[in-house]
C-alpha cells in the first residue's frame, strides 16, 4: 500500500476485499439508476413515465438486509428544488457540520433527520454508520453495537474497547482511499463526494465492504495500537494529497442513535471490576481522539447523555417544517406537465399542509406513486393523497371529503388514532405532571385560537406525538415555556360562562359582600361593529357549549402584538377574547341583563402574585415595546356601548387569577372531589365568601369545578366514540388551512380557477348536491324587538347566497347536529 510505510503489510484477506471494492467501483461507473415496477394488477407504466423517472437518476437501495430495491428519496432529496429551499437546506447543514465540533440533531421520527445529513456528506467527506437495520448503510455498527453492549459479551478495559472501535473507522477509511484513488481522482470534487455517498448507501455495488473489512481487521491485525494510529494518521495524510485539500475532516455520521437508548459498553477496570460506559459517550470519545474525525448523531425521543451535554451542540432545525420545503420536494419528483396543470397546483397547497413536518411521509408518498401505475396519480391525484394520509398519519382531512373518488365509510369527520386521545389522560405517561402539562399547553392553544403559537417541543419531548398529529408539532432546539395558564384560564372562563352567570358568581370581589350590580347575570359576548334596528350595538352570544364539536371555533384572538389588539377592540375579529400584549393578560366583554356592558381584563400569574397593573390599565397594551403609546387602546376601551356606570369612566372589571394548573400534580384528586357535585347537585357546589382577597378574584372552586367538568369530557366518550374536546381540538386544527372549513364549518373560497382541477374526481363521486343543510345563525340576537326581523334577513340572505354560488367557491359542509351541553 503506497499510502503507508514500507514496514506496513496489510493481511491478503484485506487487500482481497480492497481489491473486490474496485472492481465494484469500476462495474458500476456508470450506475444503474432506479426504474420503476408495476406492482402486480396494477397496469404498466407508460414511456413517457418511465422516462420521466429516468431522467430523475434515482439511485437504488435495500440487497443489505433482503429488502426490495427502492428509490433512494433521502439521498435524491432537494436535488432539484428550488433555490431558496436549497439555501434554507445549506445553512441547516451549516450548524450540523462544523469542524472539531460535534453535533447532536434530535427531531421526531421522520422529519428529515437523514436527509438532511446526507445532504450534508454530499457537501463534506465522512461517513455514514448507523446502528440500526433499516434500508441502507452497513451492518458493521450494528453488530459493533450488540457484541459490546452486551452483558454477555468480551470485556475488555473501555479503552480496549475503543481502540477496537477505531479499528471499525480504520476500515470506513481504507475503502475511502481505495475509492478515492479508483475513481475520486477522477471526478469533479462535488461529484466524487455524491459518488461517496451513494457506495455508502445504495446495495448496487455489491455485498456489504465495510462489515467484511471491519472483521477481516479484527481478525488479522497484528500491530501494537499504537502501529494502528499511524496507519491511520498516513492513510489520512494520503487522502489529503488524492482529494486536493489542505483543510481536510472527516465526519463520523452515527444515524438512527436511538437503537443506542439506553445501552451501555460494558468492561472492566484496572482492577478487574465491572465498568460501563454509555454509547454515546463512548463513540464521542473515540472520535474526538482522532483529531481529523468530527462525530455527528443523530436520534429521536431522548435527550442527550448528560456525559457529554457540555460538549456537544445540540441542533434540530431540518427545513421540513415548512409547507414550501414539502412543496419543493414533491415538485422535483411529479411531471412539469402535471406541476403545471390547476390538479398538480392545488396537489400541491394541500399535500404542503397536511404534509409538513414530516419529511418521511413526503417521501413515501413520492414513492407510492412512483412504484405505482402513475396515470392513477394524474387523474385522482386527491384521492392519493387520501388514502396515503389515512395509511401513513391514521386520520381523514377534512378538506378533502369533496375531492377524492372512493370516499368509503371514513369520510366523516377528520379523526385521529387513540394514541393522541390516550395522552390526555395522566395514566398512559404514568403520572408524569410534565408530559401532561406539555400536551394540554398544546391543546389549550388549538383549543383557544384555533392553531398553536408555539407548539414546538424541544428534543426531549419528541416522543410526545409519534403518531396522530406528530407532524403538526415540530420541534426545535428553542424550547419554548410550556405556560399555557393564559390558554387555560380562556377556556375555563368560556366554560363558566357558557350559561348566564352574575360576576358576583364568576368572580371574588374584596369585603363581605360583592357589589350590587355584579350580582345581575351577564352573558359572555362577541362585539360586533354596527347596531340593529333599534339601535343597540350588534353582538353575538358567545356560548361554546352549544357550537357542534366539529365546528372551527377560535375562542381568542392572538392580540399579543398592539396592532392586533386594537383591531380586536374595533370588533374586527370574530372571537369572544383576545390576547394582550401583556403575555399575563387577555380581555374580554359582558353583557348585563340590564343591557349595558363591561370590560374584563384577567391578568393569570402566580397564587397571591397577580393582580392589577400598578401603572393603571394602559400597561396591558404594553408589549415588548416598552414605550408604546396606549392611548388608543383606553380611548377604544372608554367608546364602550352602553357602558356599565358602576365602573365609572371606563367600564374595565380588572381580575386576577392564579395559574389555573398550579396545582396540575392534584388534578386528579380534584376531578374525583368535584365528581359527586356533578353527578348528583348537577352544579357547582356552594361558593365560598372569602374575605382575605385584596382584589377581585376568579372564583378558585368554580375553576375546580370546571376544570373536573372538562377532564371529565376529556375521558367521556360522545358522540360516535368522539370525546369532545380532541373533537374541537382536530376541528381547530383543520381550520389552520387555507382551503379548510371556515370557524362555522363553511368551506372557504379557494384562488380562483382551481376547481376544475378536481371536477374528473368529484364527477366520480356520488352526488352531494341535495346532502346541503342550512348554515346556522352567525349572530344570535337578544334583542326582542328585531329577532324576527333579523331572523328573516338571515334566512333571505342564505337563500340568495346559495343562488349566487360560483364555481370557485367550494360546497360548504353542513356542520354536524348541535350537542348536548357538557355542563
Known sequence: MSHTSSTTKLSDEVCHILDEFRRALHDNAERPYWTPTPEKGEKSTTPAWREHVAQLELISIGGFYHSPAKPALAHNTHAHTSKQVNATIESNIAHVFRKGEPTFLINANGSGKTALLLQGLRKHWGFYLTPFSGEFGSADLREFVLEYSSLCGPRHSIPHVEKLFQRLIMAHLLLLHAFAGTVGVTLPVDKARDLWTSVQISSQYGSDFPLRLWKALDEHMRFTWDREETIMRDIVSSLRGLLGNDDFQLFCVFDNSDFCQNRYIWGVDIDNKEDWKNVISFFGDACNALPWLTPIFSGACWGVPSSVKSSITVVSSTGASSPEHVRAFLRSYLPPSFVTSDAGQLLLERAGAWLRGRHKFAAEFVQFFLKGAPMTVVDAPHTYLHRFLHSQVHFIPQDDV????????????LWMTSTFEQGTRERHFNGSPQARAILHHILYQYLVLGHSKSATLGPDFSWLVYSGLGHKLIYNSDQPAFASAREHAILLLSRIFATPRGPAEAFIFPGEEAPE??????????????????????????????????????????GTSYATALSWLRHEHETAFCLLPDPTAFIFALRRFDGDYLWVIVRVGPSGHCGPHKGGVGRYFVGEDKAADTSEALALLATLPNPCKALGDLPVLEVAMPNPDANALNRLERIDDHRWEMYTLHGPPSLPKPVHYRTVTVNPT???????????????????NRSWILSRMVANIVGETSISPDRHGRRRKVVSGLSQCYARESARSPSQSGAQAAEPDDLKDANPVSAASASKRKRSESSRSGSDSTSDVLDELPPSSKRSKVD
Open 702 to 720: 368554580l375553576v375546580q369545578f370546571t376544570e373536573a367538568v372538562l377532564e371529565e369530557a376529556t375521558l367521556t366518550e360522545r358522540e360516535k
Open 517 to 558: 350590580w355584579a350580582n345581575r347575570y351577564a352573558d359572555l359576548v362577541e362585539l360586533r361593529s354596527g347596531v340593529w334596528d333599534n339601535g343597540e350595538a350588534r353582538y353575538r352570544t358567545a356560548r361554546h357549549a352549544d357550537y357542534p364539536a366539529s365546528a372551527v371555533l377560535p375562542l381568542a384572538t392572538d
Open 402 to 413: 369533496e375531492l377524492v373518488v372512493d370516499k368509503g365509510t371514513d369520510r366523516d369527520f
